[in-house]
Nanobody, 114 residues
Framework: QVHLAESGGGLVQPGGSLRLSCAAS????????IAWYRQAPEKERELVAI???????NYGDSVKGRFTISRDNAKNTVYLQMDSLKPDDTGRYYC????????WGQGTQVTVSQ
């Protein structure tokens, strides 16, 4: 069974940056496309970014040009570099396979506020 552990969240001012990490146990990780999702209070979970097995990427419209997803298969880790953060980016961030099929981790909270 694959376990996911997200980290790197925090409180940041608008315009600031954060780098999230998603560490996974289990070799299935490197054979899967991996995505970051986020969920704001009282909103449904939304797809933020995807990185394919070979490093190809796709982004949600709201984060294009500001977020960068990457992966290090040797470390079973996926990263999300978030720049030019906005208050609307506030939420709990999760990683999972894409399409999602693994048990969800605890996520990591990102709060963008003055």
């Amino acid at each position: 069974q694959v376990h996911l552990a997200e980290s790197g969240g925090g409180l940041v001012q608008p315009g600031g940056s954060l780098r999230l990490s998603c560490a996974a146990s289990g070799s299935i990780f490197r054979f899967s496309a991996i995505a970051w999702y986020r969920q704001a209070p009282e909103k449904e979970r939304e797809l933020v970014a995807i990185v394919g097995i070979h490093g190809n990427t796709n982004y949600g419209d709201s984060v294009k040009g500001r977020f960068t997803i990457s992966r290090d298969n040797a470390k079973n880790t996926v990263y999300l570099q978030m720049d030019s953060l906005k208050p609307d980016d506030t939420g709990r961030y999760y990683c999972n396979a894409y399409p999602e099929r693994l048990d969800w981790g605890q996520g990591t909270q990102v709060t963008v506020s003055q």
